[in-house]
């Protein structure tokens, strides 16, 4: 990865399957616009993997996959999924490499209460602004385990989750780190009464980096209790440091009670920038509305920006976000939030809010 300072980027586009390609093509039509009006140029590489791909050649992505992407400043995926491919064989043919073999250890998922948007929760409801720091290449989501006497009675699965030192001190900072930027408040996600070896060295080594935080304040909530929390009293969280496997529960759940995981946006960073990072919807292939033109884009369009962030493109991302916030605001939304928009129409609006903001009509 070269990040250039010339305001010239080279970004990897991966759509993938279902209304992932809808939501990809709608975020670059964003980002060209704003590209351009901004004054940095986004040179596109689109990459046609996943599963139809995987039809055509018995794999997800080249073998070269890897090193083809390794040359791109950033990677915008869509989504990896497709009810005729195991989604064991599809993420981890994609996805779960990315993230892997660019360390991508930062699973970032921001969820904010947008107005306009009915949240499910109690009326009484505070403003649910919390981001989800997830570690993203280790913990539960191993290789490690095995089967054995398939197809006999006595048949066994085993599964181990791999928890280092090192893994969880570094997205640990991350979390104290953002926290210092934001409320001050970092929730752990723990489950140290039931899962008795990682859990409470996942606690411990979380006790050590807060150390180094004096002003930030830690609290410890088993990952039960703590989704009970969000629902009840979600005011009450800001950053929330979850391990692999946790991280993507609280994230869905985050991002329901925004009202829908269709906007809720995902950041896999490599903070060290060695490697591109990869900015994705939280949502899936959505199989169900493929090709109804009817997709969510805001969740892409929302990582997009994201990705620009990331890029130090500052004005460009906050841009997007403050024209996603007036659109939703004023009404213009696709089903699954309760409006009867279409993809095409939410993304134009973004594009205008956009436009009309920055005083171009
Ligand atoms: C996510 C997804 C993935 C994950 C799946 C598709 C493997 O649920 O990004 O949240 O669990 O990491
Ligand atoms: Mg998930």
New binding site residues.
């Given amino acids: 990865m070269t990040l250039s300072a010339t305001g010239t980027y080279r970004i990897a586009a991966v759509p993938g399957d279902g209304i992932g390609k809808e939501t990809v093509a709608a975020a670059r039509r964003v980002l060209d616009v704003v590209a351009q009006n901004e004054g940095f140029t986004l040179n596109w590489i689109e990459y046609p993997w996943g599963c139809d791909y995987y039809f055509e050649t018995g794999r997800m992505m080249p073998v070269d996959g890897i090193s083809k992407l390794a040359e791109s400043d950033a990677i915008l995926l869509g989504a ?2 497709r009810a005729d491919v195991p ?1 064991h064989v599809s ?1 981890w043919g994609l ?2 490499p990315i ?1 892997r073999s660019f360390d991508q250890y930062v ?1 970032l998922r921001p969820a904010r209460l947008l107005p306009g948007i009915e949240s499910p929760l109690a009326p009484s409801r505070e403003a649910l602004d919390v981001v989800i720091v997830r570690e ?1 290449t280790e913990g539960e ?1 191993s290789e490690v385990g095995g089967r054995l006497f398939a197809g006999q009675p006595g048949e066994i699965a085993i599964q181990e989750a791999v928890f280092t030192r090192v893994g969880i001190e570094r997205i640990a900072r991350y979390a104290f780190e953002l926290a210092g930027t934001r409320t001050g408040r970092v929730a752990s996600a723990t489950k140290s009464n039931g899962i008795v070896h990682t859990m409470p060295f996942w606690d411990e080594v979380v006790d050590e980096v807060a150390q180094d935080y004096p002003e930030v304040e830690l609290t410890r909530f088993h990952v039960d209790a703590l989704a009970a929390l969000l629902v009840l009293d979600p005011g009450r969280f800001d950053v929330i440091l979850g391990s ?2 946790f991280g ?1 529960i609280l ?2 759940l985050a991002a329901a009670l925004v009202g829908s995981i269709g906007i809720a946006p ?1 950041g896999n960073i490599d903070p060290t920038r060695r490697n591109p990072s990869m900015f ?1 919807p ?1 949502h ?1 292939s959505a199989p169900d509305i493929v090709g109804k033109g009817i997709a969510n884009p805001i969740g892409q369009i929302w990582s997009a920006a994201m990705m620009l962030e990331h890029l130090q493109e500052f004005k460009a991302a906050s841009g997007i976000i403050a024209a996603i916030e007036s659109v939703i605001a004023s009404g213009i939304k696709t089903p699954d939030l309760g409006g009867t928009h279409n993809t095409d129409e939410v993304t134009d609006a973004v594009i205008s809010a956009y436009l009309s903001s920055t005083g171009v009509k």
């Fill in positions: 990896v999924g989604d993420l996805l779960i993230r699973s993203n989501y692999n496997l993507d994230s869905d995902c994705e939280i899936g």
